[in-house]
């Protein structure tokens, strides 16, 4: 498959415009100085902790007690628990969580048969209130009637799969008679199934399943009937792939897979050795798709590129990737209507060279054409480099309520630059630099610390020096119109309103634009409403690298701002390796509550709890309960740091 390139930041070079072919995807230049004075926790990488759980040397864990609900329900930094039940996507028996990549502890094993239930979670609360029969055995028709009931799910044959099934045996709408593969045009459920069918999996262990891609293509549905690949509800279902894609939805040179859902699996690399190859799954060329309910570590990254229209993923989290958590983008052809909501990004970007944090890669990456898209109610922390980067193309599209923080460069990047593109001579996959505007961010509360999550300061990527917000010209070429637009300069203005940005020394805004080739992108972009806090320096935003202090940005670019400490319920810098600590909800003091202008705001907040108006700025509407804990189930839980 041609795929775009999956930009890293690469080494940051001093100086202030970056337009050599040199300094190509390096993002922004970094400020010049070197920092002298940090926190005083111990930075040996390598070192334990006399319990063997801590490599990076910091001392002590972290009860149950003290892991901080930050998102809907008891949803944790972690994993997603909306109904606090202690069942959810990345959730542990083991009660064991972590970002060390030295420490790594797996992947959820308590999957959610129905999150909106406390009561419907395991495959024994699902037949205890659906074996209408009395069999003790959850039928067909039981099972249709709960996933009617629970999913929304109307479906019509039931193609049953499980580790110990066969092809040759296998029969539809019979539990007792299981396949074993998706198979091929000859045999196992792709030759059988079709618009209105679910697939499902029963709990087990499947290596290197390769639904879809290729030949045979994933099974499309039609229009209001579906096809549906998912879990049995409650079951763990754990994929193990190293050669292929779990599941690809991209054509064999043709169309993808469309109007199909994907729902349930943990999707994990099975070898140490292995750890960081691959790309898990793939949602390529999707259209009219739903992923949800998805967990995926320990490959490179996961990928979707080409043009994508009407694709949702949500509830999903994507954690311990070599290169970006979850990497999308659009080549030749620009994608619509995307929705990313509700997942969770962490320890993304780590080098398995250095078996560090550095590797220059983030937690969430779109590179290409996307307008009208939507990223929403995502948590992106502790990643190796930025929490989203959007990039050569993404405009008049909307970020908000995303909470992103305790990453190891910018919160949120925008750039364009050479690429991969034929109209510029630079290649063939068709990644080019486009108007990347008229993007509306809102909501979104962005922290940036001070050490990486690995413990480095003073030295490589670390996130002092750097900006919640990052937008950048690293080319001095543009493309409109299918053409190289040289006399064009390409525009990169945006509203920012309602959000809450702190940093720790770097400047909130950063615009490293050029006047030379007429650039106005801080000019002509809207600042309203936003609450921006230093904490390490008077410089509030730097334009060509030019710092200005917030008197200076206000009196020019946004009168309604406030410059002013967010006041969070818990952001230590100190807590670096523990971000499960973090709690960026609003102390009942905070200024930053009812100073969000009503005008476009959300009705809702991160955790889906309804806003008040005048709406607080920031991802979370204040509430009296805003240092909540997550679910004390299970009781063993550690936390690796």
Request: some cysteine; overall charge negative.
């Amino acid at each position: 498959m041609m795929c775009t390139r999956r930009v890293a930041i690469g080494t940051l070079m001093a100086g202030t415009m970056l337009l050599s072919q040199s300094h190509l995807f390096s993002y922004f230049a970094r400020p010049a100085g070197n920092v002298s004075t940090g926190p005083s926790t111990p930075k040996n990488l390598l070192s334990s902790s006399a319990d063997g759980f801590s490599p990076y040397g910091v001392a002590g864990e972290v009860s149950a007690a003290n892991l901080v609900s930050i998102g809907r329900g008891c949803t944790t930094a972690y994993f997603i628990d909306e109904d606090c039940d202690g069942y959810g996507p990345g959730v542990r028996a083991s009660g064991i969580y972590g970002i060390a990549t030295y420490a790594y502890v797996g992947v959820g094993d308590r999957p959610d048969a129905d999150d909106t239930n406390p009561s419907l979670n395991t495959p024994a609360s699902v037949l205890a209130a659906y074996d209408a029969n009395g069999n003790s055995a959850l039928d067909n028709a039981e099972l249709k009637k709960f996933l009617a009931d629970r999913r929304g799910y109307i479906v019509d044959d039931v193609f049953y799969v499980s580790p110990n099934g066969n092809d040759a045996s296998g029969a539809p709408n019979n539990p007792n008679l299981p396949y074993a593969s998706y198979g091929n045009a000859l045999s196992g459920v792709h030759s059988k199934i079709g618009p209105g069918d679910v697939m499902i999996f029963k709990a087990g262990k499947y290596p290197e399943p390769s639904i879809g891609g290729g030949a045979p293509v994933m099974r499309s549905g039609v229009s209001g009937n579906p096809v549906i690949y998912m879990t049995m509800p409650g079951e763990v279902v754990a994929i193990t792939t190293t050669s292929t894609n779990a599941f690809n939805t991209s054509g064999a040179g043709g169309p993808g897979a469309s109007w199909v859902i994907i729902d349930g699996f943990t999707v994990e690399h099975p070898t140490s050795s292995g750890w960081g190859l691959g790309q898990g799954w793939s949602c390529g060329d999707a259209q009219n798709a739903i992923i949800r309910n998805l967990e995926t570590a320990r490959y490179a990254y996961v990928v979707c590129v080409n043009g994508h229209n009407n694709l949702t993923v949500e509830r999903s989290i994507f954690h311990h990737q070599r290169e970006h958590g979850f990497y999308m983008g659009s080549n030749y052809a620009e994608s619509s209507n995307i929705t990313v909501q509700d997942n969770i990004f962490y320890a993304n970007g780590w080098d398995p060279d250095d078996g560090d944090m550095g590797g220059g890669y983030g937690g969430y990456q779109f590179n290409g054409r996307c307008t009208g898209c939507l990223w929403q109610r995502n948590i992106s922390h502790s990643n190796g480099a930025w929490g989203l980067s959007l990039i050569e193309g993404v405009h008049n599209s909307t970020i908000r309520n995303n909470l992103i923080f305790n990453n190891a460069s910018f919160g949120i990047i925008m750039q364009i630059y050479d690429g991969s593109c034929p109209q510029l001579g630079t290649g063939d996959s068709g990644t080019c630099p486009y108007d990347t505007n008229h993007n509306l961010f809102e909501n979104n509360t962005i922290w940036v610390g001070v050490n990486r999550s690995d413990g480095l300061y003073g030295s490589g990527v670390y996130p002092e020096p750097f900006a919640a917000i990052g937008i950048a010209r690293n080319t001095g070429s543009c493309v409109e119109g299918g053409v190289s637009a040289p006399s064009v300069k390409c525009t990169m203005e945006q509203t920012f309103r309602n959000n809450v940005f702190y940093t720790s020394k770097g400047p909130v805004f950063r615009f490293d634009q050029s006047a030379a080739i007429g650039d106005r992108w801080m000019e002509d972009s809207v600042f309203e409403n936003n609450v921006v806090y230093n904490a390490g320096s008077s410089v509030i935003a730097t334009k060509e690298s030019v710092g200005m202090s917030f008197a200076q940005f206000a009196g020019t670019f946004g009168a309604t701002n406030l410059n002013s400490n967010p006041l969070f319920v818990r952001a230590n810098p100190a807590d670096y390796a523990s971000p499960g600590l973090f709690s960026l909800k609003l102390q009942s003091g905070s200024p930053a509550r009812g100073f969000g202008t009503p005008t476009g705001a959300p009705t809702d907040d991160l955790t889906r709890s309804a806003r008040t108006f005048p709406p607080d700025a920031g991802a979370y509407s204040f509430t009296a309960s805003a240092g909540g804990r997550a679910p004390s189930a299970p009781t063993n839980l550690r936390i690796i740091r």
